[in-house]
């Protein structure tokens, strides 16, 4: 008897802590609706690219080899915690280049990884392609 | 009823304990989430690693804590509470490598990382404890020296995972979270502490000294021993205590056993322990004179907590009479004029431990003595085979719902029994048991 009220004491508390984890998941989600409106239309278009498609091609493949959609999204795509859309009109090319090799020196409390490994022709074909990144209404 | 509102009230702090850091997630300000999936399986991180937290509490015998449920079940609880846990923590990973199987980069230690390795570590540790603990006779580890493994594992898998949790920094870095993370780490810490250094540390000022050792039926020995320089402690009888024999209080080689005697002013304490494991079987080449440890008293397994009952009703099975012995001594000692039964499985008459002090009982006592014996010889006119509904139906009196009810024993004998008293219309709220298998 007492043994078996412990084992649905134990099964309550499972239940309880993956309702808390689906109730935290849901109150973080903005939902589909924010998602859609909120996330601006950052497809670079022929007009707002700042160069050669083999380029931002090539900036893209970084992008992804290196996974940083772990911890960024573009247009939707990725993990909303550190979206990147717009982010070639808020900062300049060494800028960029600094948050990818060097992100402390940026934000000494940042919790970012230092991309300080990657060649030097792989950083700066990403940053050209995060340049392309911008606000289409800005 | 006090009982009844005090069990309430733990289980309540509990539950406040594990969903503490979930909740707290839930109401203060965190940082962008990662998308519905990503922030249930770090809901899953969190509240894994509050439980983990718990487990030490829940073992730390804290008597007030434990009271009102009786330790054994705690130790039972803590065992149930490690598969919720362990399903929960591994869903973690398991979650994110789902909904992004780039992160599975995350479990190569050449790739990741510390923090990420040191959380798969986390999870290996917990991992290796579960597998030792739950297959622990299976795979023949020894319980002294399963025990600190199982401490080591938990240790390192609080540790890791503490770490993971804390250099990632995510929703555990706003500040809020950072004191409360803090405030619970260092209370594991309190507890480790308190249990493994300032309670044996307590346990070698306050020793005892075997005084004798004595042969009973059925590969039985009773140790009897007594307090040096100090008063020993008082208990209830049918409690029981963790002994530590030929061995200092920090080597963490106790062992759970009944007190058999029944409390007496002097504080001296009898044990009847069975031969059963490795420990219990050296039992019986103990000298006069080996110092001992005893941290005591605990569990709720008393009629001391029922002074009110018609009489009292004890259903052993094997080695289980020992905290009856104690009961019933105390009921001798204080002359109690009611009417008790005493109900005893066991394989053969001739190993019936305690079976003569049991007969010497009836003499000061209104106690009916009922052996079941499996193996009966040729000329017994007894109960056969297993306790059953109807064994207890023939010996139990007109006004058995008033009496109240104690049984020890191997936990599938409890839970029949149980059953058994069920079906003859006694309340669950007369029936008591102890959980001796605590390993």
Request: proline share 7%; with cysteine.
């Amino acid at each position: 008897m007492r043994e078996k009220i412990a084992k649905g004491v134990a099964l309550i508390t499972g239940l309880l802590v993956v309702g808390g984890a689906f109730l935290f998941g849901a109150l973080q989600s903005p939902g589909p609706e924010a998602a859609v409106a909120g996330a601006p239309d950052a497809r670079p278009t022929e007009e707002r690219l700042q160069a050669p498609d083999t380029v931002l091609a090539e900036g893209r493949r970084v992008y992804d080899e290196q996974n940083c959609a772990l911890c960024h999204s573009i247009a939707g795509e990725g993990s909303p915690r550190s979206p990147l859309d717009g982010v070639g009109d808020r900062l300049d090319a060494e800028e960029l280049r600094l948050w990818v090799v060097d992100p402390q020196a940026v934000d000494p409390g940042v919790r970012k990884p230092a991309y300080d490994d990657l060649p030097e022709d792989e950083v700066e074909v990403l940053v050209a392609y995060l340049q392309s990144l911008t606000d289409p209404n800005s | 009823m006090q009982g009844m509102a005090q069990a309430g009230f733990w289980i309540a702090v509990y539950l406040a304990a594990v969903l503490a850091p979930l909740g707290l997630l839930l109401v203060a300000p965190t940082p962008r989430g990662g998308g519905f999936w990503w922030d249930v399986a770090m809901g899953f991180g969190f509240a894994g690693l509050a439980m983990m937290a718990v487990q030490f509490l829940l073992t730390a015998r804290f008597r007030r804590a434990t009271a009102p449920f009786g330790i054994d079940v705690v130790y039972y609880f803590h065992r149930y509470l490690a598969y919720v846990l362990v399903a929960v923590l591994v869903a973690h990973p398991v979650v994110l490598i789902l909904i992004n199987p780039a992160q599975r980069m995350y479990l190569n230690p050449l790739e990741a990382p510390w923090e990420m390795t040191a959380g798969s570590l986390s999870l290996l540790s917990l991992l290796a404890l579960i597998v030792s603990s739950a297959w622990r006779k299976n795979l023949g580890i020894p319980y002294d020296g399963w025990r600190v493994v199982h401490l080591i594992l938990a240790v390192a898998a609080m540790a890791l995972g503490f770490y993971h949790m804390w250099a990632i920094g995510y929703y555990s870095g706003t500040p809020v979270v950072r004191v409360v993370w803090a405030l619970i780490g260092l209370s594991v810490l309190a507890v480790v502490f308190r249990v493994r250094l300032l309670r044996p540390w307590s346990l070698l000022q306050r020793p005892f000294r075997v005084t004798e050792v004595r042969e009973e039926r059925g590969d039985s020995w009773t140790l009897a021993m007594e307090p040096v320089g100090h008063g020993g402690f008082a208990f209830e009888p049918g409690q029981f205590a963790w002994v530590t024999l030929g061995h200092s209080p920090f080597a963490m080689r106790e062992h759970p056993f009944s007190i058999a005697s029944s409390p007496v002013p002097d504080g001296r304490l009898e044990f009847t322990i069975k031969e059963l494991g490795d420990f219990t079987r050296t039992v019986g080449q103990i000298e006069p004179g080996e110092p001992a440890y005893v941290d005591g008293p605990y569990g709720a397994f008393s009629l001391d907590r029922h002074p009110d009952a018609a009489g009292y009703t004890f259903i052993a099975g094997g080695i289980g009479v020992a905290p009856m012995a104690s009961m019933l001594r105390a009921l001798a000692d204080r002359e109690d004029p009611r009417s008790h039964i005493l109900f005893a499985a066991h394989s053969d008459w001739e190993r019936i431990p305690l079976r003569d002090e049991f007969q010497r009982l009836r003499e000061h006592l209104d106690l009916e003595v009922v052996h079941v014996l499996e193996e009966p010889p040729e000329d017994w006119s007894g109960e056969t085979g297993w306790i059953t509904r109807e064994v207890l139906d023939r010996h139990l009196p007109e006004n058995r719902d008033e009496m109240e009810y104690f049984i020890c024993g191997p936990i599938p004998m409890i839970q029949k029994v149980e059953g058994f008293l069920d079906e003859l219309g006694i309340p669950a709220s007369r029936v008591r048991t102890e959980l001796f298998d605590l390993a």
